[in-house]
């Protein structure tokens, strides 16, 4: 089973509806009982890194989520999700984030030509960096959907994949057994069905 | 980089899809939700719902439809049509809907968008203006393009936003329905005013008026059209094959 955390940030919808439609056994839960049993946990999340990661803290999931991870349960994080793994974020100021990844979340601007828009809004492709259980028979070149402003800076060896809006940015993240999404899976179409079909199943090969 | 994106709007009255459609491989033209996924089944980028319902049942039809549509097709999907208070916000989100784009709504109450952006992000609030040319300006349109405004388009347009909206869809009146192009004058205006994604609408009546699109104004983010798609004008695989020969970046 996996356990979707559900600390009161961001639609969950979508994401209801894509584990529904790939089958998978998927319990939106912020029960510490409930992600303490689960297989693997999912940390979506949408909005700003400040309001999400005290959401997380003052719920008292970010212990939980932390010490399930230390124990060495996969964990995969989406969009902001993805962000709150990280050490620290310069979204507004600059906040801790749960340092599961070594690494920071830098913004877009100043780094990229000027006449380019932000937030980064649309379809990009995956430039594969590495063999990773989530792109099991990907090629490289898929499309994925993206909305975000910032992107994280680490280490190339966490990147499992890279994309490109005038910088070259980690799309994706995979450190022991945590993984990121900056981009959204259930919102990219049979691209993305397939690559959380392939968290979920993820389990033998990891 | 990001691709230009390509997408069908969909107007939905009493829980049916309205303006003729005309595709023979489908069983039921008029259903949203057979609809929706033989869109993304063929290569739309995201999708646009406009609910043109009046009544309350009307409505929560919509909401039931908005619902299994989110379901079952993958990619996003923007709802307009009748937004007039937070609360519409937060059903049509509530309700799979990824952005929510307002129009009359935001005219009669401007603060609307700023709630709404505050509430949700700014990703998912869309300002979609139907716009017009009156004595050489252009005006703000409002109750679908039938009542004239006060407001002048370009500064209405940079107000919307400035207040927090994360994407504009420009309407133009003049050029919509008339099938010989898309309004690249109107649209270069917006693009130059403002730094969020700008969706062209209105004028679509072939593949070439895309390429011309993207490739004149290259600030533009997205075309929309509805009749040339739902007809079967043009098909998405064929325009995307078309941009793609123009070196138009798009996802196939």
């Not at chain 1, 529904?20 to 689960?38: L, N, P, Q």
């Not at chain 1, 022991?176 to 199943?201: A, M, R, W, Y």
């Not at chain 2, 009255?13 to 003729?20: A, E, Q, T, W, Y």
């Not at chain 2, 003049?174 to 917006?190: H, I, N, Q, S, Y």
């Amino acid at each position: 089973m996996i356990a979707i955390v559900d600390y009161g940030v961001g639609n969950l919808f979508s994401l209801r509806s894509s584990f529904k439609a790939i089958g998978a056994d998927a319990v939106f839960t912020s029960d510490e009982k409930i992600i303490k049993s689960a297989d693997k946990i999912l940390l979506p999340g949408v909005g700003a890194f400040e309001d999400a990661a005290k959401k997380l803290r003052d719920t008292g999931l970010s212990e939980v989520v932390v010490s399930q991870v230390k124990e060495g349960k996969p964990l995969l994080g989406i969009c902001l999700g993805m962000q709150l793994l990280f050490e620290r974020s310069f979204e507004f100021g600059c906040h801790e984030g749960l340092g599961l990844i070594p690494g920071d979340i830098v913004p877009f601007e100043g780094k990229i030509d000027k006449s380019l828009k932000i937030p980064e809004i649309g379809w990009n492709q995956l430039t594969l960096n590495k063999v990773s259980p989530l792109y099991k028979d990907f090629t490289g070149g898929e499309f994925v959907y993206f909305v975000h402003s910032y992107y994280a800076e680490c280490d190339k060896n966490y990147v499992s994949a890279f994309s490109e809006y005038d910088v070259v940015f980690p799309a994706s993240v995979e450190y022991e057994n945590v993984f990121g999404c900056q981009f959204h899976p259930e919102k990219s179409g049979k691209t993305g069905l397939k690559i959380l079909e392939n968290f979920c199943k993820a389990g033998e090969t990891l | 980089m990001i691709t230009k994106r390509i997408i069908p709007c969909l107007d939905v009255k009493d829980g049916r899809v309205v303006k003729g459609v005309n595709f023979k491989s489908l069983s039921d033209v008029n259903d949203p939700v057979e609809l929706a996924s033989f869109y993304s089944d063929c290569g739309a980028d995201e999708l646009v719902f406009y609910d043109i319902t009046a009544s309350a049942e009307g409505r929560q039809l919509f909401t039931d439809i908005l619902q299994k549509v989110a379901s079952t097709v993958f990619i996003p999907l923007t709802v307009g049509g009748g937004i007039n208070t937070v609360a519409d916000f937060d059903r049509v989100l509530k309700s799979g809907a990824d952005k929510v784009s307002v129009n009359s709504g935001a005219i009669r109450n401007p603060e609307l968008i700023r709630e709404a952006a505050r509430l949700y992000g700014s990703q998912c609030v869309v300002i979609s203006a139907d716009v017009k040319r009156v004595d050489g300006i252009f005006r703000v349109f409002s109750k679908g393009g039938r009542e004239q405004t006060d407001l002048e388009a370009i500064e209405w347009i940079k107000r919307c936003v400035d207040m927090g909206a994360g994407e504009v869809v420009l309407n133009s009146i003049d050029t919509d329905g008339v099938k010989k192009g898309f309004d690249l004058e109107m649209l270069e205006a917006v693009c130059n005013a403002v730094n969020v994604p700008v969706i062209a609408s209105g004028g679509a009546g072939c593949m070439n008026d895309f390429v011309e699109l993207f490739k004149k104004v290259p600030r533009v983010d997205a075309g929309l059209a509805a009749s040339v798609f739902h007809f079967g004008e043009i098909a998405i695989a064929d325009l995307k094959a078309e941009l793609k020969k123009n070196d138009i970046r798009v996802r196939i």
